[in-house]
Each structure stands twice: as C-alpha cells, then as structure tokens.
C-alpha cells in the first residue's frame, strides 16, 4: 500500500525567501505525482504534474522535481510572497486511473 | 477549475436522514472521485468512478454509497447519515488527457 508523508506539517519563512517543500512515498511504482495547494475553507488547485518518466516540471516560479529511486518528490516556490500561504499537498496514483494517496501536506505562513 | 459542480455547497442534517451530494463535470472525464477530508486524516477516498456504471469503494467507503447513471454526474449518498460523517467532502475528476486531477470546492456537512 502507497504511504505518502509530507514533513514538516508547519513552516514558516520570511518573505521573500525560497520555499523547499518535502513529499515522499514509499513505492516506487507510481505513475506520476501531482502538486496541490489548498486556502482555508477552499478546494485543493492543481499546480503541477511528474509523468513518472518525467524528472522535473516548472511553473512561473514553481518548480517540482520527482525521483523514483529515493521516493521523494520536492517542490520549490522562489522569491516567496504572503500570497503563497497556504497548505501545500502532494499525491500520486499507483497505475493509471488508480486512486490518488495524499500526503498530509505541509502549511505554509510567508511573513511580509 | 475543470467544470467541476457540487451541490449542496453547506447542508446541516440530523442523525438517521438520508443525504445526496451531487458532482456535476461538463467535459466529460471518464474517472470521478469523491474525498473526504478530516483534520488529522486528511484526505481520504470513499468512492471512485471509471465510468457510467462502473464504481469502486475507496478506505473508508462504509456507511456511502455512490451511483453513477450519465457520465457527467456523480452522486454520493450517505444511507443513514452520523455524526462520524460530518466532515466536508471533495469530488475530483481525473482529466482525459494528460492525468491531472481537478477538484470541486467541496461540501460542507455538519449532521446534529
């Protein structure tokens, strides 16, 4: 059974600093992972996605790296703003259309 | 947001009555999921959809059920709804193409 662990749950960083995000599973055989960021009382958004033969993805000033062979995924946010705070969650499926394991994600306080 | 619906948004209900969610999605996506998320469990599955018909249960699929009779709409019935099921509850679609999954905004459900 996928297991996936996001650590630390809290971080908290000044503005303007890199954010370094940490997601990892414990099987290998994931078919690819997907990034997601939730405000309080709102839906989970989509940022980015890992094909599992894919090594990193980039977004404006996100970028998502994957690496099978360690179980980790990690997500870095540069020049961060208040704006970023939020909880950050990752997910990943076992196979096509297998359901997604979620992480417990990690909350993030940018401070102005 | 992938033309993801839910209905009810908020709803209050009393111990014993039955309750429906709806996800309505207007593109078409084959796979249909419905999340429950639960401070200190996070986001968890109860039912998922791979097509008009074709349903699975998730990790914590009792006391729900689900029905998918058209490919656009989704339902979640809770048959006899506790206090344990108060919690806000995620429906996602897988998309298509490319594999990323999109989430509604969720819906809020307190039983009393």
């Known amino acids: 059974k996928q297991e996936v662990t996001q650590i630390p749950a809290a971080l908290s960083v000044p503005e303007g600093e890199n954010l370094v995000l940490n997601c990892s599973f414990t099987?290998?055989?994931?078919?690819?992972l997907q990034w997601f960021r939730q405000d309080p009382g709102k839906g989970l958004t989509s940022l980015l996605l890992?094909?599992?033969?894919?090594r990193e993805q980039t977004s404006g000033r996100l970028n998502a790296s994957l690496d099978k062979s360690s179980g980790r995924s990690t997500l870095y946010i540069a020049a961060s703003q208040p704006g970023d705070s939020a909880t950050y969650l990752c997910a990943g499926p076992q196979a096509a259309g297998n359901k997604l394991t979620f992480g417990g994600g990690t909350r993030v306080l940018v401070k102005p | 947001d992938a033309g993801i619906t839910q209905s009810p948004r908020h709803k209050v209900t009393e111990t014993g009555t039955p309750v429906t969610l709806r996800c309505h999605q207007t593109e078409n996506h084959r796979y249909m999921y419905w999340y429950r998320q639960d401070p200190g469990h996070g986001l968890r599955l109860i039912h998922y959809?791979?097509?008009?018909?074709?349903?699975d249960k998730g990790e914590v699929s009792d006391g729900y059920s689900v029905s998918r009779s058209k490919t656009e709409d989704f339902l979640l019935t809770l048959e006899s709804a506790t206090s344990s099921q108060t919690s806000v509850y995620f429906c996602a679609i897988r998309e298509t193409s490319g594999n990323t999954i999109y989430f509604g905004e969720g819906s809020w459900l307190t039983v009393v």
């Open positions: 890992i094909q599992s033969s894919q």
């Open positions: 959809s791979y097509g008009v018909k074709d349903t």
């Open positions: 099987d290998s055989a994931i078919y690819n």
